[in-house]
């Protein structure tokens, strides 16, 4: 069992930063990729980027390349989504998942299928 809880989302404006935390709790990490995705009401969860926690293997979607950047503190159990240079585009609900993996490469694990844990959500909201 996993526990995910994110916090740090809230209002910026266009061109601004914003630092996601996602805090886990629970049993062994090391099989574990954390990934956040965002959802719009109505549509399906979009992936944003995932991190393997044993390595530290990243990957991004192409929409956030070079403006958001995906890590992780092992001393706290806690990953973390940095968003740079923000624009209306990035207004979701942000939820960080996790899932066990064996041995899939991290491209593949790229849609909310297959992740078991997630967290409540964090609003991040843009304005212009």
């Known amino acids: 069992q996993v526990t995910l809880v994110e916090s740090g989302g809230g209002l910026v404006q266009a061109g601004g930063s914003l630092r996601l935390s996602c805090a886990a709790s629970?049993?062994?990490?090391?099989?574990?990729?954390m990934a956040w995705f965002r959802q719009t009401p109505g549509k399906e969860r979009e992936f944003v980027a995932a991190?393997?926690?044993?390595?530290?293997?990243?990957y991004a979607a192409d929409s956030v390349k070079g403006r958001f950047t995906i890590s992780k503190d092992n001393a706290n159990n806690t990953m973390y989504l940095q968003m740079n240079n923000v624009n209306d585009e990035d207004t979701d609900e942000y939820y960080c998942?996790?899932?066990?993996?064996?041995?899939?490469?991290?491209?593949?694990?790229?849609?909310?299928?297959?992740?078991?844990?997630w967290g409540q959500g964090t609003q991040v909201t843009v304005s212009s």
């Open positions: 998942g996790a899932r066990y993996y064996s041995g899939q490469p991290i491209v593949a694990l790229t849609t909310e299928e297959g992740y078991t844990y």
């Open positions: 629970g049993r062994t990490f090391s099989r574990l990729v």
């Open positions: 991190i393997r926690w044993r390595d530290d293997i990243t």
